[in-house]
């Protein structure tokens, strides 16, 4: 009988619930259609690129800014790609969901793994928050309402957000963040280091454990909202549940939508559409 080395998995279970790729079809055509989509965006919507944040060369996001009078609330959007792939060009298209209903959106980028460690780069989101909070009203930003949003691994980097000591990492608000949403997100990076995702990411055990908001818990009281395709694994789904039971044990507000018809790749597509019953719930979070 195989070992068991993550719950009731196996190495080789471990592996199929988080091998996305996979377990879905045509993968590769949500891909393109990120890209397509996003170049569309760029190219139709009012838009500043580039905009610098850090000092690394991937530390970098766009701005859209909202379709209203400033000073308006900001989304900060964290993509995905499990900490290894993907970039912010590949999702600017979440900017339609959002800038027409009035909040600025800013797409950020960070450095990839192997080329930066785990811990630094939820550093470089923490400068992107940091800058945001600093530069808000030279793009119309009200810097007392942002908010983040990030699909998998940027679910994960949203939920470090949370979990973040701002007093203690530049001296900012404890309460800088107003509102979240993590989509399919990973909040526990433990299994992540023992399946197969590790081969890249190379986490010990120490560097897993400080890096899993789960485990730290909420540092600010931020509604939380977290949503996850009833398409996705059993790994997936619990990720979520236990991060909202974690938040709600500690007092937080935090919302959990499992999303029907929905898988891992095509969660986040669904912001492109401002009507949108999940895209509308985060412009509730944002409004409330």
Not at 140 to 151: E, Q
Not at 220 to 234: I, K, T, Y
Request: net charge negative; charged share 25%.
């Amino acid at each position: 009988m195989s070992e068991k080395i993550f719950l009731h998995y196996t190495r080789d279970e471990l592996d199929a619930e988080y091998d996305n790729e996979a377990k879905t079809e045509n993968c590769e055509d949500f891909f393109d259609q990120y890209r397509k989509e996003s170049r569309a965006a760029r190219s139709e919507m009012n838009c500043r690129l580039d905009a610098p944040y850090g000092s690394h060369l991937r530390e970098k996001l766009d701005i859209f800014p909202a379709f209203s009078s400033s000073p308006s609330p900001v989304l900060i959007f964290i993509h995905g790609g499990y900490w290894k792939s993907f970039a912010k060009d590949d999702f600017s298209f979440v900017a339609r969901g959002f800038a027409p209903a009035g909040a600025a959106v800013l797409v950020v980028d960070y450095a990839l793994i192997p080329y930066v460690r785990m811990d630094e780069l939820v550093d470089q989101c923490r400068r992107a928050v940091s800058w945001t909070w600093q530069n808000a009203d030279k793009f119309g930003g009200d810097r007392n309402r942002i908010f983040v949003a990030g699909h998998s691994a940027g679910g994960h980097l949203t939920g470090m957000l949370l979990a973040t000591d701002w007093r203690k990492f530049d001296n900012l608000p404890a309460d800088i963040i107003k509102g979240a949403c993590g989509l399919s997100g990973i909040y526990d990076l433990e299994p992540i280091r023992l399946c197969f995702l590790n081969g890249d990411l190379h986490l010990d055990r120490e560097e897993a454990a400080r890096n899993s908001p789960i485990r730290i818990g909420p540092k600010c009281n931020a509604a939380l909202l977290l949503a996850v395709g009833d398409q996705e694994g059993p790994e997936f789904i619990r990720q979520s549940t236990e991060m909202a039971a974690v938040w709600r044990g500690r007092g937080v507000e935090a919302a959990l939508r499992i999303l029907p018809r929905t898988h891992h790749f095509s969660i986040v597509t669904r912001l492109r559409n401002p009507q949108d019953d999940l895209t509308r719930a985060i412009q509730g979070l944002i409004r409330s």
